[in-house]
């Protein structure tokens, strides 16, 4: 089984790059981030001919926005909201073989490494901290399971083009890292790419927009995950971020990642 995740930034804008990649990976599942659309405006009938006949699509208007694209059934979806908000982040199916897929939207955070002064960046830590807690409250160290998406925090010095230069920049500050570690922690789960691609090795998947000189300088970030369960762990066998979908016409500024089960 392939799963792809992606921040694709406008599911309608990038309808052509999604199919592109679809082409690309041969993927069975997608999920995807910052798909900014109402529901009833999710571009259903051109991802059905994609060959995903299984939707499962979370969104609203302008902003955020989850989904899950799948060539395989589900047996349930559920969305939930986190922080007391509904602002459309996180959205869970079960598929029929019993295998759990999340995927999530995790906030940005602003720019101002700062909860007392940025209510963006406070958002951030809370939902980071609201996840470990309801992870330890579902462990099941049985159950197979997939949690990927956009989290937004760049964990390993290696995932940082420079580790020194962002120590106070939003995404991989200590307290960021920190959570994150603790959700991880809570689950348990493994980080699949990191499984695959060696901890020393940079790793990037997101590259900003105000860096023109993409891609010589390289300024990138590893802010999209896939984790996988422990269960699941002896199925993993391949793992890739495909940042040349980050060279494409009218780009994402993120790059799809890949992982790949012997199911």
């Given amino acids: 089984m392939r799963i792809v995740t992606w921040n694709i930034n406008s599911v309608r804008l990038r309808i052509g790059h999604l199919r592109r990649l679809a082409e690309l990976t041969d993927a069975d599942i997608i999920c995807l981030q910052e798909t900014k659309v109402i529901d009833a405006l999710f571009p259903h009938e051109t991802i059905n001919e994609m060959g995903y006949p299984h939707r499962a ?5 302008s902003y955020n926005g989850v989904a899950i694209l799948s060539r395989l059934p589900f047996a349930e979806v559920q969305t939930r909201g986190w922080c007391r908000r ?15 897929v999340h995927n999530f939207y995790i906030p940005a955070g602003g720019d101002e490494p700062d909860p007392a002064v ?19 409250g579902r462990r099941d160290s049985g159950a197979q399971r997939i949690v990927a998406g956009d989290f937004n925090v760049a964990p390993l010095e290696t995932d940082v083009w420079s580790h020194k230069q962002l120590l106070k920049i939003v995404s991989h500050t200590p307290v960021e890292v920190d959570l994150l570690t603790a959700m991880q922690r809570a689950g348990p ?6 499984e695959i691609i060696p901890p020393e090795e940079k790793l990037y998947s997101w590259w900003s927009y105000r860096t023109k000189e993409w891609p010589g300088s390289d300024r990138g970030r590893r802010l999209d995950h896939v984790w996988i369960s422990e269960a699941l762990k002896p199925k993993l066998n391949g793992a890739e971020i495909l940042r040349e979908v980050r060279g494409w016409d009218r780009p994402s500024d993120h790059a799809p990642v890949m992982v790949t089960l012997d199911l």
Avoid: P, Y
Wanted: with cysteine.
């Fill in 86 to 100: 509904r602002d459309c982040r996180h959205i869970q199916v079960t598929l029929e073989s019993g295998i759990e």
């Fill in 57 to 61: 699509v979370h969104g609203m208007k």
């Fill in 189 to 194: 789960w493994i980080d699949a790419v990191r």
């Fill in 118 to 136: 940025n209510d963006k960046f406070a958002h951030k830590l809370a939902f980071l901290r609201a996840m470990a807690g309801w992870w330890r």
